[in-house]
């Protein structure tokens, strides 16, 4: 989860949100991204999720979902708001989880 989300910042970094509409690349690949860390988090148990609820787990999952199975009606503004104000937040988190 932690190396997509830097991938995401890493790929976003000096962009601005009219580049996931002049770029399909970037877009298909920050929206692959976020479903691979939906997905990620999917996969850890309650227990884990319970033990960190400063991550929005449910949130979390919520977008890959949405993802995954709206993919021909995904909002680019919401997955920018996503990259832009949530990764960073989520980066920080699961850094402190796993100690970097």
């Known amino acids: 989860m932690l190396d997509a989300a830097?991938?995401?910042l890493k790929?976003?970094?000096?962009?601005?949100r009219s580049d996931l509409d002049a770029d399909r690349?970037?877009?298909?690949s920050i929206v692959h991204l976020l479903?691979?860390?939906?997905?990620?988090?999917?996969?850890?148990?309650?227990?884990?999720?319970?033990?960190?609820?400063?991550?929005p787990w449910n949130a979390v999952i919520g977008m890959?979902?949405?993802?995954i199975h709206g993919y021909y009606d995904i909002d680019?503004?919401?997955v920018w708001k996503t990259v832009i104000e949530d990764v960073p937040l989520l980066?920080?988190?699961?850094?402190?989880?796993i100690g970097k």
């Open 91 to 97: 980066v920080g988190r699961l850094g402190k989880i």
């Open 35 to 55: 479903e691979i860390i939906g997905e990620a988090a999917a996969g850890l148990s309650e227990e884990f999720r319970k033990t960190h609820p400063h991550i």
């Open 76 to 78: 680019l503004d919401i």
């Open 64 to 67: 890959r979902n949405r993802l």
């Open 25 to 28: 690349k970037l877009s298909l």
């Open 11 to 16: 790929f976003c970094k000096g962009k601005e």
């Open 6 to 8: 830097n991938e995401i």
